[in-house]
């Protein structure tokens, strides 16, 4: 696993398990926890869904890259949680930290993002899901130091971090 003082990206599509692994992760590593998406919405001012419809999804890509050279230059000793697209637009990703891709069959994707208000908070939930995880996968495989399968609770996933 990672230093006490490196950082641990994860990496994997929409409702992965990304935040909350990344939350118990740095709780039980007594790291920081940083949530990207979260992290853009407040430097922005507005919700990553007003980001995306007020300015396009380029913007939000734009975001990203500012905010993934931010944490290589002064982010150390943190759970990153990315958003599902970071990988697309960000080559430097293993530079920051141990990449971790959490890998969720699509079926419990699908799943995830049925239950009641997961969605609607989701600019990409939309008819397209299957084609874009099945694009998103080889970016994720060679994004990664390691891939991790994020099927089942957090925290069976948490321990298949340590295995």
């Not at 118990?24 to 926890?33: E, G, M, T, V, Y």
């Not at 990203?64 to 080559?91: F, Y």
Request: glycine content about 8%; aromatic content about 6%; hydrophobic content about 40%.
């Amino acid at each position: 696993m990672t230093t006490p003082h490196s950082n641990t990206l994860l990496i994997g599509f929409m409702a992965s398990g990304k935040s909350s692994v990344g939350r118990l992760l740095a709780q039980r590593s007594d790291r920081w926890f940083i949530d990207t998406d979260a992290l853009i919405a407040t430097m922005a001012g507005k919700s990553i869904s007003a980001i995306f419809e007020e300015e396009g999804e380029g913007r939000f890509r734009a975001w990203e890259v500012r905010l993934s050279k931010w944490l290589q230059d002064h982010i150390t000793g943190a759970v990153i949680a990315t958003g599902g697209g970071m990988p697309l637009v960000c080559n430097n990703l293993k530079a920051i930290g141990e990449v971790i891709w959490l890998d969720a069959p699509l079926e419990v994707i699908e799943s995830r993002l049925a239950q009641p208000g997961e969605s609607g908070s989701r600019p990409l939930a939309d008819e397209a899901l299957q084609t874009r995880y099945h694009e998103r996968r080889s970016i994720y495989a060679r994004t990664a130091h390691r891939q991790i399968d994020a099927s089942g609770s957090v925290e069976a996933v948490l321990e298949r971090l340590f295995l």
